[in-house]
């Protein structure tokens, strides 16, 4: 069988190495009587690779070519990676992405697309990395009611986090080591804003409840805000910090999704998380907690998984894999504002009076640091949604809010 690879960027070069270094393995699982890769799409020639000669520019090769039955998306971005997998489905060829900006925008349509031809569409290495979780979620738990699932979705902000829990480093000074290290990108935007953790809680969100949700559908905020002061009153208290994607199902059948950084029990699996690992928690009404770790980015890890989904392919070629989910639907998701949670929070007040009554009103466990500034006090509530505690501080004049936070119960 024959296969194609659009985007010889990092995932795509490690699609080829993985191919190409365990390839007896590969073709013997895939129940093909050969594997290779014919064609590697993009724009930019690669003299020096050992793949040079599969290096093609023109996407229309790949369409037209009948000998491909399976088409790898490793380019990333919106445009023209949908264009071009519309194209391929369309044209009867399975596909295989690494493209969580693609999945969380276009999943629904393309999953359709793909049921309507026949293909599959899959997209394991989207989510986590080379962590095994869409198949699981699909498979292995498909017995269950996914109640919730929450996962450390972004290795970048997770390093960023452990820095300042270990290391006492200023979130400045963290983000600088990643980008030194060729964890962030030159530009951080999408993950310290939280950006790729909601992408990748959105496909999640989607295959566990059954509706395509998008990323504009969910509250998103990321860590540029959270102060390394944040960090110690939680440590203090007993608790780890970590940038969480969320989707947890309430009120009977409704849907309250969020991605912030967020207090972890300190002996919870989540909170021992760190550097660049990612997990993900699902919730089943019969499995109880699962907690899926590893890898969540880099070249071989990525590949791994998407090497995994072009073997699923090559074996399913006629027959389609039951990965599916429903158009999204007005009301499903509901305003995470309103749903009550624990609440770490932190700010100032004007005189030891504002103080007491703060505590007589909100505070079930205050939480202390050395040092901590002036008037400053930092306190846990009891449950309470967002805007009920927005409403409670502002009717107390003396307090200024610096931080707000949910408090998990993993
Ligand atoms: N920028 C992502 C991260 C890469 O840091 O997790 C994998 O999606």
């Not at 490793?74 to 445009?79: A, F, I, S």
């Given at each position: 069988?024959?296969i ?8 795509g ?5 993985l191919m190409t270094?365990n ?8 129940m093909q ?7 590697i799409l993009?724009l ?5 690779s050992p793949?040079?000669?599969?290096i093609?520019h ?8 009948d ?6 998306e490793?380019?990333?971005g919106?445009?023209?990676a ?5 194209d391929?489905l369309q ?17 629904y ?5 793909a049921?309507?031809?026949n ?5 394991e290495?989207s989510v986590g990395?080379?962590?095994p ?7 292995c738990l498909?017995a269950n ?5 929450a996962g ?10 452990t ?6 480093m200023e979130?400045?000074?963290a983000?600088?080591m990643?980008?030194h290290l ?22 999640l969100?989607s ?14 905020e990321?860590?540029?805000d ?14 780890g910090m970590?940038?969480l994607?969320?989707?947890?199902r ?10 912030a ?5 300190g002996?919870?699996?989540l909170?021992?998380?760190?550097d660049?690992f990612?997990?993900i928690?699902?919730?089943g009404?019969?499995i109880?907690?699962v ?5 969540g980015a880099?070249?071989?890890p ?5 090497v995994?989904?072009?073997i699923d ?5 006629a027959?389609?894999k039951?990965?599916?989910w ?6 499903f998701?509901?305003d995470c504002a ?11 007040c004007d ?10 009103a ?10 901590a500034?002036?008037?400053e006090?930092?306190?846990l509530?009891g449950e ?26 993993y």
């Amino acid at each position: 069988m024959n296969i194609a690879i659009m985007g010889f960027g990092v995932v795509g070069s490690g699609v080829a190495e993985l191919m190409t270094k365990n390839h007896a393995g590969i073709t013997e699982k895939s129940m093909q009587p050969s594997m290779e890769i014919k064609y590697i799409l993009d724009l930019r020639d690669f003299p020096d690779s050992p793949f040079c000669d599969k290096i093609i520019h023109d996407f229309s090769t790949i369409l037209e070519d009948d000998s491909i039955a399976v088409v790898v998306e490793t380019m990333g971005g919106l445009h023209p990676a949908y264009e071009f997998v519309s194209d391929l489905l369309q044209a009867g060829k399975s596909v295989v992405t690494s493209n969580k900006e693609l999945v969380a925008a276009k999943g629904y349509e393309l999953l359709t697309l793909a049921q309507e031809k026949n293909v599959n569409f899959l997209f394991e290495a989207s989510v986590g990395g080379g962590i095994p979780i869409i198949r699981p979620i699909t498979q292995c738990l498909a017995a269950n009611e996914i109640d919730e699932i929450a996962g450390i979705l972004n290795g970048t902000t997770n390093f960023i986090l452990t820095k300042m829990i270990t290391e006492n480093m200023e979130m400045g000074e963290a983000l600088a080591m990643a980008q030194h290290l060729g964890y962030a990108e030159k530009d951080p935007t999408a993950d310290v804003d939280g950006i790729d953790a909601c992408r990748k809680i959105c496909i999640l969100a989607s295959l566990c409840f059954g509706k395509h949700i998008y990323p504009d559908q969910v509250r998103t905020e990321g860590i540029r805000d959270v102060q390394l002061r944040d960090v110690s009153y939680a440590a203090n208290g007993g608790y780890g910090m970590k940038l969480l994607g969320v989707a947890r199902r309430v009120e009977g059948n409704k849907l309250c999704i969020f991605v912030a950084p967020c207090l972890v029990q300190g002996h919870s699996q989540l909170a021992s998380v760190d550097d660049v690992f990612n997990a993900i928690l699902v919730r089943g009404d019969a499995i109880g907690d699962v907690v899926f770790y590893g890898r969540g980015a880099g070249k071989l890890p990525t590949a791994s998984a998407v090497v995994a989904d072009v073997i699923d392919c090559a074996k399913h070629i006629a027959k389609r894999k039951l990965l599916d989910w429903g158009a999204p639907e007005d009301g499903f998701v509901i305003d995470c504002a309103e749903v009550p949670y624990p609440f770490f929070v932190r700010g100032v007040c004007d005189c030891e009076k504002t103080a007491e009554t703060v505590r007589g009103a909100l505070a079930k466990q205050e939480l202390h640091i050395e040092n901590a500034p002036e008037g400053e006090i930092a306190f846990l509530t009891g449950e309470i949604s967002e805007n009920a505690l927005r409403a409670a501080l502002a009717e107390i004049p003396g307090f200024s809010t610096g931080s707000m936070m949910r408090v998990t119960a993993y």
